[in-house]
């Protein structure tokens, strides 16, 4: 198995280029995902998470009430900085579990990264960074396409890693400054150059 970090800033594009990946036989592992897995009802974290930042964080059946948590854990650093410190190291842990369970077997796990600096310890384990980046101006106007409103884009850009750090970590960069289809003919062109595609070929 060959495993790849993607990681990028919003609307870098980054989605974009895991469902290309996907479509050409990648294995996708969305960080996202896992978050939620790890924060099921029942789950350990969702105890941590309701005894820091009350019970009514989560609802009669025991699920997170996500929106609840979000205004209490983002309302200040310090809320902020528990909520990472009771849910990254479960989303650390299973997402070295799922590349431990496919390690032997062919093909290309992709694990898309919302977050890369939350998860620098995990870098050993990633064959390749890939990193999408786009021009924060670009990225702008396509957050608006999508509906999310402008002062809600610069607040989430703010708070992100900057893609000079991105691109300090990364093993290969992706620029996406064009329209889909040049990205499609960027994502071809590493898919490619990777001996390992399909999982019929053996890496040399």
Same mark, same amino acid.
């Given at each position: ?5 993607? #990681? ?22 969305? +960080?996202? !995902? ?11 974290? #969702?105890?941590?998470?309701? &005894? ?11 699920? *997170? ?17 528990? +909520? ?10 299973? *997402?070295? &579990? ?11 796990? /992709? ?18 960074? *890939? #990193?999408?980046? #786009? ?30 750090? *991105? /691109? ?15 990205? %499609?003919? %960027? ?8 001996? +390992?595609?399909?999982? %019929? !070929?053996?890496? %040399?």
């Amino acid at each position: 198995m060959y495993t790849v970090f993607l #990681c990028g800033g919003i609307a870098s594009g980054k989605s974009t280029v895991s469902r290309m990946l996907r479509e050409r036989g990648a294995r996708i592992i969305d +960080l996202d !995902e896992v978050s939620r897995e790890v924060t099921a009802p029942g789950a350990e974290a #969702c105890q941590v998470l309701a &005894q820091a930042f009350g019970a009514d964080v989560l609802d009669d059946r025991g699920a *997170l009430r996500r929106d609840v948590l979000a205004q209490r854990a983002f309302a200040t650093p310090q809320g902020t900085a528990t +909520l990472e410190q009771v849910v990254h190291p479960h989303i650390r842990a299973r *997402l070295a &579990q799922l590349l431990e369970e496919n390690r032997a077997m062919a093909g290309m796990a /992709v694990v898309e990264i919302p977050l890369l600096d939350r998860v620098e310890d995990l870098l050993p384990l990633a064959d390749e960074v *890939l #990193c999408v980046t #786009c021009p924060l101006e670009v990225r702008r106007v396509r957050a608006q396409q999508r509906g999310m409103e402008p002062a809600d884009f610069d607040a989430r850009a703010s708070r992100q890693i900057t893609d000079e750090y *991105l /691109v300090a970590h990364a093993t290969t960069v992706l620029t996406n400054d064009g329209n889909e289809a040049d990205l %499609k003919r %960027k994502v071809a062109a590493w898919w490619d150059e990777r001996p +390992l595609r399909n999982g %019929k !070929e053996a890496w %040399k």
